[in-house]
């Protein structure tokens, strides 16, 4: 489903991913861990189209296309669903609106037809119980005022509704209690099938007790420096980075991050 080949990009002339290879098969969960500024959410920007990064070398296949070439907005309707690290609020448009205008254009972009505002409803209030968030959220601005951990389910509500090939998770688990961290594990749970893959950035080994992946990567210096199964997880947490042979100062930060 993706495939990522020697990934080069850059930020104000500094490079910041240097050559990132991944493949990434439809059914599949990817975690990806690594120090602070490595260049975890670079890679997830990147992909879902951010052009505040330049992409200097490389490829990304999606889906049998060039990713690279496409706009964000026909990335999004091909499939791919970034979970940001820091979710942005939109006061002044509620978040049912918000959700029910992006899930329509999907829709029309599938050839399905559109939902009306009463069946919209419907489904994301039985969506918003899945996360165990309050309906009264989906009448709120998006994100505004939500706590931390509110803005996170919320993310994972979108996914959810969204359905989308390629879920980006960018540190979902970040700023949720522990009854939290269930209630969202159970949600990314549910969007695991066969036809769609999971890429999730997370410092913790604590998720992926809940989210099993298939493969664990770590970024360092903005290149995958060791892939493995969920055993490199438990690994990471026992051993930190510095066995790696990251710099140590990067394994000082990881360690402090976990
Ligand atoms: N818009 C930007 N302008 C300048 N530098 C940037 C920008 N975005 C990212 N960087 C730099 O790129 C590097 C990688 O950042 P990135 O956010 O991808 O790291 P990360 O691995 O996700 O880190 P963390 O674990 O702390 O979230 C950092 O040094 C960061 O300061």
Redesign the pocket.
């Known amino acids: 489903m993706l495939s990522i080949k020697n990934l080069h990009a850059s ?2 002339g ?1 490079e ?1 991913l240097k050559g990132i290879d991944l493949e990434v098969k439809a059914g599949e969960v990817h975690a990806i861990m ?10 997830a ?1 990147v992909l879902a189209g951010n052009d ?2 330049e992409v200097t070398a490389g490829e990304v296949i999606f889906s049998g296309d060039d990713l690279l070439e496409k706009k964000t907005e026909d990335r999004a309707r091909d499939g791919v669903f970034l979970a940001f ?1 820091y979710p942005v609020e939109i006061p002044g448009v509620s978040n049912m609106q918000f959700m029910r205008t992006a899930v329509n254009a999907l829709r029309h972009h599938r050839g399905e037809p559109e939902m009306n505002a009463a069946e919209f409803m419907k489904l994301a209030r039985e969506v918003s119980k899945q996360v165990d968030l309050d309906p009264a959220f989906l009448k709120r601005g998006v994100n505004e005022g939500f706590s931390g951990g509110e803005k996170k389910r919320n993310e994972i509500m979108q996914a959810l509704l969204l359905q989308p090939s390629l879920a980006i998770l ?2 979902t688990d970040s700023g949720l209690d522990i009854d939290a961290l269930k209630v969202v594990s159970d949600g990314v749970n549910a969007l695991r099938s066969e036809d769609r893959a999971i890429l999730m ?1 997370t ?1 913790y080994q604590r998720l992926l007790d809940h989210i099993v992946p298939d493969y664990v990567h770590v ?1 360092a210096d903005g290149k995958i420096v060791k892939s493995g199964g969920r055993e490199l997880a438990l690994e990471l947490e026992e051993r930190g980075y510095s066995w790696l042979g990251i710099a140590e100062d990067e394994a000082t930060e990881a360690s402090s ?1 976990n």
């Open positions: 930020v104000e500094n910041i690594g120090p602070n500024g490595s260049g975890k959410s670079t890679l920007q505040t990064f690290q960018d540190e950035v410092h970024l991050a």
